[in-house]
């Protein structure tokens, strides 16, 4: 990216079906072309095509299109899109296994930089297998461990599951250099995440003021109306899942404005809105444009709260306000609620 007018492709070999558009596009470039490909070596005790995919998933390659010809801004030019699952530090899939009363247990487990290494036998020496009768509440998921960052408890160990050659699950624990690098790849990761336009810490920071500003306004008496100016502008859109209760006229004849949607509710201050296609091109059901081009929530339930919170995330304007989740068993709610806390 900072070639400025090279163009820049990064993936794996795992990849290059699906990347085969932006290849071509790199080799009829105007200019340079710079393409970083990740095959994994000889020595890999993964099959190569797994092992390639793993370290696109770890966030370890993470697969990246810098093509200066789309335009001026680093959001035309720049993209994370062919990641898997790239609004998050790490992606999360399923896992399941028999437990000891042979019950299926299904667990969603993020893949992290950690789970690369514990697949490569040349980083043995980070990870020390616990037998059974070892376990003990200390032993805390590598996720969790990972998520909790500095807040972590000194007497925790971090442990990866792994299958055995006996089929039996196992617990790994992994050591501290380990944690470490993927501190590491995640911060990396992070700002990666920026470029392209996901988890903006300065759209964070203005919707934080932003906020601030709304709620020391909203403590001030103010004549003739109970909202602050600043939130009047921010109207949803007149669509009927963004519009909230009608203004009232009063005895006096003035109008009233409308209270703000609660923030229960998921809107999206559509007169904001910089018509950039983020949030449409990802679930174009739930988000539509009025006829202003500028979006709307259109049907909260064709998709996804964790897509309604990425899309949050991944707004630049960070004008979506998430609102509650509306299906309780939808997984990860508590992560999502969590990252759905600055939009509010
Ligand atoms: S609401 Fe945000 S993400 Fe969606 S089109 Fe408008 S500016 Fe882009």
Redesign the pocket.
Known sequence: VNLGSAFVLQTATSNLRPMAERLADGLVAAGPALFCLFSPGENSALPPYLAAAAAIESRLFPTLVFDPDKGDTLAECFSLGTNPQPDRDWPIHSFTYEDEQMQAVTENLPFTAIDFLAADPSSADAFRLVPRHQWSEEMVPVGDYLQAGTAQNGSQVPFVLAVGLDDRLQRVAVKSAAVQLAHRIARRWRRLQELGGINNSHARRALDEARQAWESEKQKPTEGSSVPSSMQVARPDEHPSNVPAAAAPQANGKVEPAAPPSCEEAW???P?????????N?NPRM?R?NANK???IADLHAGTYHELVG?AE???????HPGKPWNPNEPDLEDLLHRAEPFR
Not at 314 to 319: E, H, L, Q
């Open positions: 999206i201050e559509t904001r809105c910089t018509s950039c296609n983020e949030c449409t990802r988000f444009y500028q979006a709307y899309a991944s707004c630049k304007v960070a004008i979506i």
